[in-house]
C-alpha cells in the first residue's frame, strides 16, 4: 500500500527491497536529480562558474523536493 501511493503521487523511483534475513525495506524517491561529471581522472573538466550554476540548480530541485 505505502509502495502504491509513493508511486501514485509522483515518486516514480520508489522501491521495496527484501534482505537475506526477510527484512523489507522500502524507499521513496523523487525523480528529481542531477548527475553530471565535473572531473575525470583527478582532472577539473568544468569552471568553478558552471560548479556554482550547478549547486544553484541543484538546490532549486531540493526545494522542490521539500
Do not use: W
Request: proline content about 2%; some cysteine; aromatic content about 4%.
Amino acid at each position: 500500500l505505502q509502495h502504491s501511493v509513493a508511486i501514485d503521487s509522483g515518486f516514480r523511483n520508489s522501491g521495496i527491497t527484501v534482505g537475506r534475513g526477510g527484512k523489507i525495506t522500502m524507499a521513496v524517491r523523487s525523480a528529481h536529480c542531477l548527475e553530471v561529471p565535473l572531473s575525470h581522472k583527478g582532472r577539473l573538466m568544468v569552471s568553478e562558474e558552471y560548479i556554482e550554476f550547478l549547486v544553484h540548480v541543484a538546490n532549486q530541485k531540493m526545494e522542490e523536493n521539500i
